[in-house]
């Protein structure tokens, strides 16, 4: 009924910038709060920054400055710019989307996507 796929993940260098998409689709009635979060290798999943309907954003401390999210809500999508990259950075990053979708009735609940790579290394 929907799906969340990352793109943009890879290798960088210290330093360096990436960025990540993340793209909904399906029987989609609305899309209200989107994010990312990520899960660094021996640690628990965090979040690194939110973004609401209305365009406002909440980042992670350790990302602040560095990090800016953005949504193009015609295409279903939310962007994750990532700036000054340290290999703290290095995690499999996933999209989360609270979405109202139709199946059978209206539904209404966060979805994931599959999670992109990013590793920062020199």
């Known amino acids: 009924q929907v799906q969340l796929v990352e793109s943009g993940g890879g290798l960088v260098q210290p330093g360096g910038s990436l960025r990540l998409s993340c793209t909904a689709s399906g029987r989609i009635f609305n899309i209200y709060d989107m994010g990312w979060y990520r899960q660094a290798p021996g640690k628990q999943r965090e979040l690194v920054a939110t973004i609401t309907s209305g365009l406002s954003t909440n980042y992670a401390d350790s990302v602040k400055g560095r990090f800016t999210l953005s949504r193009d809500n015609a295409k279903n999508t939310v962007y994750l710019q990532m700036n000054s990259l340290t290999p703290e950075d290095t995690a499999v990053y996933y999209c989360?989307?609270?979405?109202?979708?139709?199946?059978?009735?209206?539904?209404?609940?966060?979805?994931w996507g599959q999670g992109t790579q990013v590793t920062v290394s020199t």
């Open positions: 989360n989307a609270d979405i109202s979708f139709m199946y059978i009735q209206v539904g209404r609940r966060d979805f």
